[in-house]
């Protein structure tokens, strides 16, 4: 079984890019890079529950790790060397991000010079975890910048995440969603702002879907936007356009 999840994976597994977008400028920032899976016919689509699998076996899940990140090297290194100012966001859980597995693939993949434009998302769960917290400290301590991903739909650790060296908290959709029909839930959103601002972090709303979604973000002081409204996954053919050209209607068009 194993195997042939690794065959799977080396030889049908990707990556697709969603663009995060600046909310003043509408200036692309950076990508996360999500997993798509290339059928025999050449068709994409999203792993789905092939991805549980993957995730229940460590070596399976470095062996995707690994992929993800060829993919990143491959599709993003000659970018970074033409555009200085954009990221590239990679999930990796803290069972492999704790160990030096992750730095052996960068150094082998040669993504070692360029490790100030990775970003490892991990979810606001994981990081809360006694394992979550030494893998982060240990990626922090290696240069490797950290984003925190889904925050607000867990139990939020306020005092355990603002004893972390982190760079990015990721507003979940589920809280992006209602504010504009939910008083409690714009004062939750506005919190979270507010709380990444004391901790000198970065935000990056998630899941947004229109430009009134887009313009109330921009009014709370949310700093980046990421969603359907602005652009889904892209191939990495398609990543370069994105850079040149951004999402400059931002809040204020009929969405996309």
Known sequence: MRRALI????????????????????RVVGFESLTRIRDDNGAVSSPGAFIDEIEADV?????LVRQILCAIAHDMVP????????????????????????????????????????????????????AGSAA??????NGIRIAIDDFGTGNSGISQIAGLDLDILKIDHALVKPVLAS????????????LAS?????????????????????????????GWYWSRALPAAEVEQALRTGFADTGTSSGR
């Open 7 to 26: 065959h799977t994976i080396e030889n049908q597994c990707t990556a697709y890019y969603q663009p995060i977008v600046e909310l003043d400028t509408g």
């Open 79 to 130: 970018l970074f060397k033409r555009y200085p100012d954009f990221y590239v966001s990679v999930n990796i859980p803290p069972a492999i991000l704790g160990t030096r597995r992750v730095i052996e693939i960068i150094k082998d993949l040669r993504l070692a010079p360029y490790i100030r434009r990775l970003v490892v998302e991990v979810t606001e769960r994981q990081s809360l975890t006694s």
């Open 183 to 194: 008083r409690a839930s714009a004062r939750m959103l506005r919190g979270i702002v507010a």
């Open 59 to 63: 070596d399976t899940l470095t062996a």
């Open 136 to 141: 982060l400290e240990w990626a922090a301590a």
């Open 198 to 226: 004391a901790l000198h972090m970065h935000t990056i709303a998630e899941g947004v879907e229109t430009w009134q979604q887009a313009f109330f973000m921009r009014a709370a002081g949310v700093d980046y936007g990421q």
